[in-house]
């Protein structure tokens, strides 16, 4: 099998890692890929040459660039899309599937790309919080950037970035139908929650309750929080069989220290390490 990927990023490199491990070759756009998305000529080849393709590219004030430039030679092939939850908006902490209305939110630019997406056929994959090495509360926990927001009833849903790999293969292998699909844990839960957990691992006390005035936060940090829900995975665990391997974020965190602690000890022989992407 043969998969071209548009943004070679922080979730896509580990499709990538996962599926060379399974003798898939894989080609990217973007510096890590190697691929210049502007070489029309190039990237035409190689949606010629490619099975599957899965773009992790988002949207910018003028739409969405792959389906600008490349949409008219995208269909005949298998579709995959990372989108985000964000498309859903507020719901007031309340449960969120993928038969719900989307357009709502503050990120209208996504919605219409995962729409368009979607009419072309494409497994659309709706993603929420990503965490992850490098990149999660026990990281900023470190380094005295996490924040406690004083917002009572505020939930979150949050996904690590393996069983994004995870989601998309399990679609990719079951031959899952077009639509959308909600990848995320089972448990959402508040921020404050889970960097009182990471604090807790590392034996530090946790950053002070502060309002969001208080924290300091950008404005993309707010609108984080000015959106509350709950999203609901069950759609693709009854289409491809899937299931995340961190249920939560303590197996989560739990895993990534532990990981942690083993780079600093050196490598273990219990734990590969991943294949790396061909480009």
């Known amino acids: 099998m043969r998969l071209l990927i548009f943004g070679l990023g922080y979730s896509a490199q580990r499709i990538a890692a996962q599926l060379c ?34 773009s992790s590219v988002p949207p910018g004030e003028e739409g969405d660039p792959v ?8 269909r005949g092939r298998w579709l995959g899309y990372l989108s985000s939850t964000g498309v859903y908006g507020d719901t007031g902490g309340a449960w969120v599937d993928e038969s719900a209305p989307i357009g709502g939110g503050r990120r209208p630019a996504r919605s219409e790309a995962d729409a368009r997406w979607r009419g072309l056929g494409a497994r659309v994959f709706r993603l929420p919080g990503i965490y992850g090495p490098g990149r999660s509360p026990l990281d900023r926990a470190r380094a005295g ?12 849903s949050r996904v690590h970035v393996e069983d994004i790999a995870g989601g998309v293969i399990a679609a990719l292998e079951a ?22 957990h990471a604090c807790r691992l590392l034996g530090i006390p946790p950053p002070p309750l502060q309002t969001l005035d208080e924290a300091g936060l950008s404005p993309q940090a707010r609108g984080f929080y000015a959106e509350n829900r ?23 965190l739990a895993s990534l220290l532990w990981d942690s602690r083993g780079d600093a000890e050196g490598p273990r022989s219990s734990h590969p390490s991943s294949s790396s992407p061909r480009t």
């Open 21 to 54: 491990a399974r003798h898939w070759q894989v080609r990217a756009t973007g510096s890590a890929g190697g691929l210049a998305f502007e070489d029309a000529v190039a990237v035409r080849e190689a949606l010629a040459w490619a099975s599957h393709v899965l």
């Open 67 to 74: 389906l600008a430039r490349y949409g008219d030679a995208l």
């Open 145 to 156: 950037t996490a924040h406690r927001i004083d917002l009572p009833g505020q939930v979150f």
């Open 175 to 196: 031959d899952a139908p077009p639509g959308a699909y909600n990848l995320a844990d089972d448990e959402p839960a508040s921020q404050n929650a889970v960097v009182e």
């Open 230 to 252: 709950r999203v609901a995975n069950g759609k693709l665990k009854r289409a491809a069989g899937w299931a995340p391997l961190f249920p939560s974020y303590r197996e989560g």
